[in-house]
């Protein structure tokens, strides 16, 4: 079968950096992507890695390594308003998108 | 602004009695998805029509049905809502069904809560 595994809840301090894991087995693989999803609300697009490597996009970093099976997600300099769910999801062969449940991540003073 | 529009962003109905929910996109994608979202759990596809055909996922229930009149509109029929159909329920669009960075525009979710 296809899962996606991500921690489910994660806690960390506003300016801090944390860093939010991610494996997969797919059948196939077309990209792997990271959304943000507030409570209550639909996802939206962080990012997307297809390659091996690290992806910088301002305060939000995501490194894929198809080997391994492995992505992250990091997130710097962290504000009070990046208290959300992160959501990893792979494309598998047929394009469908395979979705983990999401790591809540939690942000104190 | 280009958007995927749900309405209605809330909705009661009765346990058995049908309900409709409906979805609008600017982007002119030919690809529109229905997910239903349980608290704390995955987006689960319940099916996807590319431009006029209709692909349903193998588990989906029956009671779930879908139209898609044009391009811009889709919609979620839900036929005899059962207390386990309490979810939120996204709409997604896409250019194509090839994967790329941003494939999938989602819309604000309508939370459907059955009484």
């Known amino acids: 079968g296809q899962n996606i595994d991500q921690p489910t809840e994660m806690t960390a301090t506003e300016g801090a950096i944390v860093q939010i894991n991610c494996t997969y087995q797919?059948?196939?693989?077309?990209?792997l992507f990271w959304y943000q999803q507030h409570a209550g609300e639909a996802p939206t697009f962080l990012s997307y890695?297809?390659l091996d490597g690290l992806e910088e996009k301002g305060r939000f970093s995501s490194f894929l390594s198809r080997s391994k099976g492995y992505s992250y997600l990091l997130l710097k300099e962290l504000q009070m308003k990046d208290s959300a769910s992160y959501l990893c999801?792979?494309?598998?062969?047929?394009?469908?998108?395979?979705w983990g449940a999401g790591t809540k991540l939690i942000i104190k003073p | 602004d280009a958007m995927v529009i749900q309405n209605p962003r809330y909705q009661v109905t009765q346990f058995g009695k049908p309900v409709t929910l409906s979805c609008s996109q600017t982007?002119?994608?030919?690809?529109m998805y229905w997910y239903q979202q349980k608290s704390s759990q995955a987006p689960k596809l319940l099916f996807h029509?590319?431009?006029?055909?209709?692909?349903n996922e193998a588990d989906t229930p029956d009671n779930f049905q879908s139209r898609r009149p044009n391009t811009s509109f889709c919609f979620l029929d839900i036929r005899s809502p059962g207390l386990g159909d309490a979810a939120m329920y996204l709409c997604?669009?896409?250019?194509?069904?090839?994967?790329?960075?941003?494939?999938?525009?989602f819309g604000p979710g309508t939370r459907l809560t059955v009484l």
């Open positions: 997604a669009t896409s250019r194509d069904l090839a994967g790329g960075p941003d494939t999938q525009y």
């Open positions: 982007l002119n994608h030919n690809v």
């Open positions: 029509y590319y431009d006029k055909d209709f692909n």
């Open positions: 797919t059948s196939g693989f077309n990209g």
């Open positions: 890695n297809v």
């Open positions: 999801a792979v494309m598998d062969s047929n394009y469908q998108l395979i």
